[in-house]
């Protein structure tokens, strides 16, 4: 099983990352530095930490989209390649067009971090057949800009396409019809605001995002 995490300048959750995927696969994931070209070949899940890229310069996301290794990152993700993109992850997502929608300030105008109850929407993806249609979960939120919008026709779209695959069960930001997090067509992208990475041990305050590293790398028993 072989993973992978790209980190940016301003990223603060790669180790979190890291230490959740060895934790599912028992392997240590390549660490790949934004000014490459090229991921490493037969990668099985790519991850697109948390953080500060840039220092959220410009935009949140905006200049970590625009990295070297984006571009094979969307080879990758046209390939089929499975990933997930986490809080300032799913922003470079949605800049870099891998993603529908876009991140904006939080309503509140506050930074929130806080557990965050969740709903998943629906089990029929890759990365939450571990859990059950409508189940609630807990997982940490910790974000400034994670007001999840799109237009009208495209949240019509995503939701009647089951690309909506986490909603809050109490809205920490004014995300659009609740919306914590969000797949593309294909299905091989998702990109969420929570921090499943920070819900895999017990010991540091939970496990429920355990079931979606383990759903999305073949670890389920």
């Not at 929130?112 to 979960?137: M, S």
Request: proline residues 5%; hydrophobic residues 40%; aromatic residues 6%.
């Amino acid at each position: 099983m072989k993973t992978a995490v790209i980190v940016f300048p301003g990223s603060n959750c790669d180790r979190d990352a890291a230490m959740a995927l060895e934790a599912v696969t028992g392997q240590k994931p390549a660490m790949v530095w934004h000014e490459e070209t090229e991921l490493p070949e037969g990668l099985d899940f790519i991850m697109v930490p948390g953080g500060f890229s840039y220092g959220d310069y410009l935009r949140s996301g905006a200049v970590a989209a625009r990295s070297p290794i984006v571009n094979d990152l969307k080879k990758k993700a046209e390939a089929g390649v499975p990933m997930l993109g986490v809080c300032n992850g799913f922003q470079i997502l949605t800049e870099a067009g891998l993603l529908d929608g876009t991140l904006m300030r939080n309503a509140s105008l506050h930074f929130v971090c806080e557990k965050a109850p969740l709903l998943v929407e629906t089990a029929n993806t890759r990365f939450t057949k571990g859990y059950a249609d409508r189940k609630e979960i807990l997982i940490p939120v910790a974000h400034h800009d994670g007001n999840y919008f799109a237009d009208e026709a495209t949240l019509d779209r995503i939701e009647g396409e089951g690309q909506v695959v986490f909603r809050y069960a109490n809205n920490p930001n004014g995300s659009a019809r609740d919306i914590a997090g969000v797949t593309n067509a294909a299905g091989n992208v998702l990109g969420m605001m929570p921090h499943p990475e920070r819900a895999v041990d017990a010991d540091h305050g939970g496990t429920d995002g355990l079931a979606l590293f383990e759903s999305v790398l073949g670890k389920l028993s």
